[in-house]
Each structure stands twice: as structure tokens, then as C-alpha cells.
């Protein structure tokens, strides 16, 4: 009896433990209803190369996938590995980042990346029809904290749920590219 007590006192808690890790694990994407903050049809997506979107509201065009993966217009979803960088990488990347026979992508400002948030959706707070498997975690801004004691900071916005941090710049983020539409 005593071989079944410690049996029961060791296997419910690590049960316990990979039941709650696997329900994290498969979390899906949770709405709201109410007015959309990035509607589908403000998105440009025909006649145009599938890899990028215009948003007819800004006339910014956007990646449709993080960087490091790519579109696969007959699943329509981003496949391949998400690349996590540090704020000085992505700022690079950018410089040789093309898509859609473009080349003058760059890393969105802060005002520009909250643009694209779906403020009714968490986890991630993106509109998936527009920007499909988008990583729920954050994402680098061009933009850098510029008071005096957070040089060593850029600012990011969090896609589990739409929020703006400053964060330090050796930290690994994702990077969803923009530039101008034309």
C-alpha cells in the first residue's frame, strides 16, 4: 500500500503538470465579437503577389509571413520556421529582406505595427485570414525608447494580446516586414 501512496504522489502531479502544459501547447486563437480593428476586406490581396497585402487604410504593404517564413498561397498560411532576432538583426535583415520582386522592406515603426493588431482577438491578436499561423509573442518596432534611461531599448508589440513594451534589444523577437505601397 505504501509503494501505491508514493506511486499516487508522484504520477497525479506530473500528469497534472503535462495535462496543463499541453492545453498551453494547443491554445487557439480567442474573439470577441464586435467591431473588427483590422477587417479583412480594408486588405488588398488580389492581383497582387501573395506574399504581401496592402492595407487600403494606410497604404502600407505587409509581409504576410514573419521572417524566415514563407506564403503557401494553396494552404494559405506561412510555413517554415518563425526566426526569432535581436533588434540590431532584424534592422539588418531588413536591408536584404525581398518579397513580392521588392526590396525596400523595413522593420514597422511602432504606430505602424499597432496598426495591424486585432484588438478583439488574443493569442494571437492578429486577423488570421490576413496573417495566418502569426506568433503570439512579440514583435520588433523599429522604433527605440529614447528616454535617457532606456537606450539600450526598443519598443515591441506583444501579439498574445496587442500590448506595446520597451524591451532590450538583445532580446529575440519576430519581425513582420513593411514598406510602402505603390
Not at 105 to 122: D, F, G, M, Y
Not at 143 to 157: F, L, Q
Request: charged share 20%; net charge negative.
Amino acid at each position: 500500500m505504501k509503494n501505491i501512496s508514493n506511486f499516487t504522489t508522484v504520477i497525479i502531479p506530473s500528469f497534472l503538470s503535462t495535462l496543463l502544459l499541453s492545453f498551453n501547447l494547443f491554445a487557439e486563437q480567442r474573439c470577441e465579437t464586435g467591431d473588427e480593428t483590422t477587417p479583412s476586406e480594408n486588405f488588398i490581396t488580389e492581383g497582387i503577389s501573395s506574399d504581401y497585402v496592402i492595407d487600403s487604410t494606410t497604404g502600407l504593404a505587409w509581409a504576410r509571413c514573419v521572417v524566415g517564413q514563407t506564403w503557401d498561397a494553396t494552404n494559405e498560411m506561412c510555413v517554415g520556421e518563425a526566426l526569432r532576432l535581436t533588434w540590431q538583426q532584424a534592422l539588418q535583415t531588413a536591408t536584404a529582406y525581398s518579397a513580392g520582386n521588392f526590396d525596400d522592406w523595413r522593420v514597422p515603426n511602432v504606430k505602424e505595427l499597432a496598426s495591424i493588431v486585432e484588438r478583439t482577438c488574443v493569442e494571437p491578436a492578429a486577423n488570421q485570414a490576413i496573417f495566418a499561423n502569426t506568433p503570439d509573442e512579440r514583435h520588433w518596432t523599429s522604433t527605440p525608447n529614447t528616454s535617457a534611461n532606456k537606450r539600450d531599448e526598443a519598443w515591441s508589440v506583444a501579439f498574445y494580446n496587442g500590448r506595446i513594451d520597451s524591451n532590450d534589444k538583445n532580446a529575440d523577437y519576430y519581425v513582420r516586414m513593411v514598406r510602402y505601397a505603390e
